[in-house]
């Protein structure tokens, strides 16, 4: 157990805490068990590293990652009942969704050691009802989504600017220094490579394709428990998915391409979209966007379509795909019956800097979002500002 330890201190000196995501501060850390779910790649694993660099004492805590060697003899239990009996107060437990039965080992540590706090960080497909208990009344759960637009503007440039509302950005009172930085041409480098803090990085998009790979190969695989001919429909379902978004899901002649039942290919879609590598947009056929039927199937975010499209992606699909992205963390998105997205009350219809108000006439609250433009007017709104929800 020395060398988790020794592990431990090595991975928290090592983590840079010059940019810590605002979500750390809606995070309940003291509470005994917290969750905090996300895609591959999103930054949990820095979130948790830098919240005990800057607010825990190293002492009494220890960062683990649930794929280590040391668990392929040893227990959770086994770890916290030592760790708990030499004065440790809160264990961090990396990437749990890589531990079988992991949800029955959290539910002992947090029934049988009172004084001891557990964080832990899980795939996004991850069901805190599966795997043989029930968590979801003992902990506090936070998603943690990739970098907004903002986020990136502070991370690349420095650029440090506040949280706007919906209303905020329809209002056109959302902040921006356009005597200093122009913002579309900053945008059009979040879509391309900004939704990941690993950006920075030489092949970014060469890292990002091997993310999926993990998440088609190894996560969802185990989640689902796929057989390996499954696993290969899944891949080429997500290879047809990224050449042709937004993709308006026909399943009887998809089920027909892949060879697929319509039944195991809603399965595989639904798959998909827990991971964020795509994400499903529904109709309001019953007023709750999580109960509609599905309208369209978009990649999970701008940075996908450039890692996996085989050409220059359409611009027109970009557009969508980063409003969707952009508000989906914050506000139940559905799509609209008369133009492209509906949030509440309200209706959007995205589109380059030409585009027209015809689809909208007559609508209440309605709003054109167009990309290219760097003020907007009445209800003309740049794209750029949705980045700033989050």
């Known amino acids: 157990m020395e060398k988790l330890f020794e592990r431990s201190r090595i991975k928290i000196a090592e983590v840079t805490t010059d940019f810590v995501r605002d979500m750390h501060d809606e995070i309940a850390?003291?509470?005994?068990?917290?969750?905090?779910?996300?895609?591959?790649g999103v930054g949990k694993t820095t979130l948790l590293l830098q919240h005990i660099k800057l607010y825990d004492n190293v002492a009494t805590a220890l960062y683990v990652s649930a794929d280590?060697?040391?668990?392929?003899?040893?227990t959770l239990v086994e770890l916290a009942d030592t760790f708990y009996k030499n004065g440790g107060k809160t264990l961090y437990i990396d990437e749990i969704h890589r531990y079988n039965n992991w949800s029955v080992e959290l539910k002992n540590i947090y029934d049988t050691y009172s004084?001891?706090?557990?964080?832990?960080?899980?795939?996004?497909?991850?069901?805190?009802?599966?795997?043989?208990?029930?968590?979801?009344?003992?902990?506090?759960?936070?998603?943690?989504?990739?970098?907004s637009f903002r986020e990136y503007l502070i991370l690349a440039y420095g650029i440090k600017l506040p949280v706007s509302s919906l209303e905020d950005v329809l209002s056109h009172r959302v902040q921006f220094p356009?005597?200093?930085?122009?913002?579309?041409?900053?945008?059009?480098?979040?879509?391309?490579?900004?939704?990941?803090?690993?950006?920075?990085?030489?092949?970014?998009?060469?890292?990002?394709?091997?993310?999926v790979d993990q998440v088609l190969d190894v996560d969802i695989p185990k989640y689902a428990e796929l057989s390996l001919t499954t696993i290969e429909k899944l891949k080429r379902l997500m290879y047809v998915i990224s050449q042709s978004v937004p993709f308006k899901p026909n399943y009887s002649k998809l089920g027909r391409d892949l060879e697929c039942h319509r039944t195991s290919l809603s399965d595989l879609v639904l798959l998909l979209d827990k991971?964020?590598?795509?994400?499903?947009?529904r109709d309001d056929s019953f007023g709750v966007s999580s109960l509609g039927k599905v309208d369209k199937i978009y990649l999970g975010n701008t940075n996908l379509a450039y890692a996996l499209s085989d050409s220059e992606p359409e611009i027109g699909n970009l557009r969508e795909t980063v409003f969707l992205t952009s508000v989906k963390p914050k506000?139940?998105?559905?799509?609209?019956?008369?133009s492209d997205f509906k949030?509440?009350?309200?209706?959007?219809?995205?589109?380059?800097?030409?585009?027209?108000?015809?689809?909208?006439?007559?609508?209440?609250?309605?709003?054109?979002?167009?990309?290219?433009?760097?003020?907007?007017?009445?209800?003309?709104?740049?794209?750029w500002a949705f980045g700033f929800l989050y």
């Open 29 to 40: 850390w003291d509470d005994r068990l917290v969750a905090i779910i996300g895609a591959r």
């Open 68 to 74: 280590d060697l040391w668990f392929t003899s040893h």
């Open 115 to 147: 004084g001891l706090k557990v964080v832990y960080t899980g795939s996004s497909i991850l069901d805190i009802r599966r795997g043989g208990a029930d968590l979801s009344r003992r902990h506090l759960e936070y998603n943690m989504y990739g970098l």
């Open 178 to 211: 356009v005597n200093e930085y122009r913002p579309i041409a900053l945008f059009k480098e979040y879509m391309k490579m900004g939704y990941y803090p690993f950006f920075r990085q030489i092949n970014c998009h060469t890292r990002l394709q091997q993310v």
């Open 275 to 281: 991971t964020q590598m795509i994400q499903i947009l």
């Open 331 to 338: 506000y139940d998105v559905m799509s609209s019956s008369v």
């Open 343 to 383: 949030i509440g009350k309200y209706t959007f219809e995205v589109g380059g800097k030409n585009k027209k108000q015809k689809q909208i006439q007559g609508v209440d609250n309605a709003y054109v979002v167009k990309d290219d433009i760097e003020y907007g007017h009445l209800n003309i709104i740049p794209l």
